[in-house]
């Protein structure tokens, strides 16, 4: 397929759970002009939610409803909307429902179809209830991981992404007891690699990388475990070899303080809440999920479906705004390619 005659890349914006905040913020963002500059998009999801959704956003253009990225390409007079063949359940805000979930499913699926065959250079999702999918019977516990399988992508990682904050976790939806098993040498080096290569690609010429521990005071030399000494020193040390700027593990309580004041570029974490927690108090409506290790550029918003405040019209945009931004930026930098 051509792209159209424009220097902004198209990008596929899945519209997540319908009964979730997913299509509010999809019409505050598409209300305004930042999409409009940085990209040609093209929303898979519900045409209905997302008229629904424009009474929360009046400046929205209307949902006209495609059956293709080539036919929304050509649309005019509104924002088209691709449902791959499932318009999903009539939008039931707060409702925890599978056929939302199972509807997500098929708009993600769609996305990342398009995506690897060169129809949109990128995808932007919105949050889906995972309890939703899983009840649906996907057997992912989220976006990255399906998009992961989708794309032949075994080393995959989620990247949170600010202004002050860049946080690559080794894990993300698993168990505590499970995430702490996970914390093994070869992940915690690939991880390391990742994040070196990402932000290499976004401009930086030597990216100052730190690795959190993973118990309280950095294992205090094995008195508080011994996974510092047998796991994660090992891994840094291997990466520095390798020539990347790397130190740790470092005291999990005062790193990502010090990454926040310009220490350091990135930092590596452990498993998921320890690197949320920070990011989420520091910049709650900012942060941006990247995917990092797959063939395809994806973004996400940093927050779930916010099913106590859907229909309320008290979602913020802010992060999906940051997304559709980021996202466009990868794309133009071949971040995936």
Partial sequence: MRFPDTSKPVLAVTMGDVNGIGPEI??????GDVPWKTCVPVVFGSPQALEDARRFAPGCPPAVAVSSVAEALTATGGVPVLSCGNGGPAPAPGTL???AGAAAVVWIEGAVR???AGQVRGLVTCPISKEAILGAGCPHTGHTSLIAAMTSSPDYRMCLFTDTLRIIHITAHLSMRDAVEAVKKDRIL???LLADAALKRLG???PRIAVAALNPHAGEAGAFGCEEIQEIAPAVREA???GVDVSGPHPPDTVF??????????????YHDQGHIPLKLVAMDEGVNVTLGTSIVR???DHGTAFDIAGTGRARHESLLSAIVMASLLAAKGFAS
Avoid: C, W
């Fill in 240 to 242: 520095a070899e390798s």
């Fill in 204 to 206: 930086m010429a030597a």
């Fill in 190 to 192: 690939k991880s390391i």
């Fill in 97 to 99: 429902d599978p056929a």
């Fill in 114 to 116: 398009a995506a690897m």
């Fill in 299 to 301: 973004t996400s918003v």
């Fill in 257 to 270: 303080r010090r990454a926040y004041y310009g220490e350091f570029d990135a930092v590596i974490a452990m």
């Fill in 26 to 31: 999809l019409a505050k963002a598409l209300a």
